[in-house]
Structures are given as structure tokens and as C-alpha cells.
């Protein structure tokens, strides 16, 4: 692993997942820094990661040879234009922000930004993540390593060609833990209010989904309807409860969503 000093401006959830999987798969924490407002996150991040924190973006970002943007993306606009005094022609500037396409960059730190646009998700932080990537042009292959690299650490990573399918990242990787997270939440609502306690339920859920989740990831050659196929008898009772789900339009359901997703990091291009 290259020995590069990286900087998270932000300490939120999506940096600390991040930090995770790079402290836990060995990336020396001395080069790991993290600015944040509030310093209850801070202290958190050098109780749990050892690493280096500060309430200074600028001091820090300028030691530093990847800058990582991690805060909403309501607030980039003002943290990179305090950030307009960096020379970031030897820099890497990575963003995990949704919807900010890489030209704002340019104008909110008023230079040529070598930027690579990173859309992680949460389960990062337990190494099952998935990270789309998008370099701009003249990022160079040693720049696009690096960035994987990091990404590497908490879990499976794609490049994209195109930003634009950084949105569609977004809709199928980026949100859509929370997506599954709902399932299961209803899930266990509905087995309690069926009669089963809280605990019982969420076990039975929760073993459901990793179970389904990975016979999905080691069955490589069958289509997730091939598995959907062999869990349904013919006039039992997985075919009432799927029955169920198509009369609701999933399918439709599903689709909106992702598009209305969609939509959103496009709206969200247009308002940063
Ligand atoms: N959460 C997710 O699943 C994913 C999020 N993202 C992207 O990651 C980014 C961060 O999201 P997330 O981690 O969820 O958000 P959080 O709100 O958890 O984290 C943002 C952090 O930025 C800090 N912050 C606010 N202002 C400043 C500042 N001026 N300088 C430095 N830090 C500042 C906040 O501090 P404080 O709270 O103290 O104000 C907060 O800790 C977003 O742009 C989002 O689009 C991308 C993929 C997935
Ligand atoms: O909800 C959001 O906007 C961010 C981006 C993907 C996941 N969380």
C-alpha cells in the first residue's frame, strides 16, 4: 500500500467507514488526518482509530497529499472555497459527495482540480463496500491506483467511464443499503406485530438476508430469479408471500425509487 498522508475534511459517517476499513487493513493511522467542527467526532475517531485530527481544514489539507472531501454537500462549496489557498497541482482530491459533478470543483477552489469522484457506501466500514469511480481527465494511472487502493480497503470497487453513471452508482450501491436496511425493518415490525418478540425477530431476519445476500455473491452462474425459483414450491407458501409483493408492483416500486434517486443527484448538480 502506498504511504500517501491523507486528509478527510469531515468526520461524519461516511469518512469514519472509510477510515475503518483503511486503519483495519493496516494503513499506517499516522497518516491518517480528519478535521471536523465538533469535537465530540473527532476525539471519537483518535479513540477508535489512533489517527490524527484537527479543527483546522486548511493547516491540515495542506500537509497532506490526498484531500478527501467528506462532508454534505450543501456545506462543499464553502469548505473548498476556504480551501482556495492550496496549490493542488501535486495533490489528489478525492470527493464522496453525491450529485457536485467535478467542474464545481474547479470553480469552488478556483484552479484546475485533479479530482476523482469516489460513491462509497456505509457497509465500507465492515469491508463489504462497494465504491464507483469517476477520474477526470489528466488524473494519471499512479493517481487512479492510489484511489483504489484506498477504496480497496473497504471493499469492492468499479470505475466508471461516464460521470453521469456515477447517479446510477448512487441508485444501486450508494443508497441502497438503506433500501435493504428498510426490508429488514419492516420485516421485523411485521413479526412482531405477528406475535414474535423483537429479539427472535430480528435474528430471523437479519440471518435471512446475510444468507440470501451471499448465496447471491457464490452462485455467480444463477440469476437471483433462479434462487428466488428454487426457495418457491409450486402452492406453498413463499409463492403467497412473493404473489404478494408483485400485486404491490416490487418491481415498479423499485424502479421509481432508484429513478427518483436519480432524479435527486441531478437536482442536487444543479443546486451545489
Ligand atoms: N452516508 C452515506 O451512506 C454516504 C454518503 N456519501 C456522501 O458523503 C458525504 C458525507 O456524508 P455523511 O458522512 O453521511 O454525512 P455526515 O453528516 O455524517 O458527515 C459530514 C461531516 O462533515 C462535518 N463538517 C461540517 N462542516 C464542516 C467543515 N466546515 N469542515 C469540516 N467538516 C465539516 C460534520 O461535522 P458536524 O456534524 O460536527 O457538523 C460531519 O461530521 C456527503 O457528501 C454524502 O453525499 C456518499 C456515499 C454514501
Ligand atoms: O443520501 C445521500 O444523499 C447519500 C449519498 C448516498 C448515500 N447517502
Known sequence: MTQAKICFIGAGNMTRSIVSGLVTHGYPADLIYATNPSQGKLDAMVADFNIQVSNDNLATAKECDVIVLGVKPQLMQQVCEA???????????ITIAAGITANRYDDYFKQQVPLI?????????????????FAVEGINQQQKKLAETLMLTGGKVMWVDKEAELNLVIALAGSSPAYFFLFVESMIEAGVALGMDETKSRLLAEQAALGAAQMIVNNQDLSPAALRTNVTSKGGTTAEA??????????????QAMVNCINRADEMAKTF
Open 83 to 93: 480551501l482556495q489557498l492550496l496549490d493542488l497541482s501535486d495533490k489528489l482530491v
Open 117 to 133: 469522484r469516489c460513491m462509497p457506501n456505509t457497509p465500507t466500514q465492515i469491508g463489504h463496500g462497494m465504491t464507483g469511480l
Open 242 to 255: 412473493l404473489a404478494t409483493f408483485e400485486r404491490g408492483d416490487i418491481r415498479g416500486l423499485v424502479k
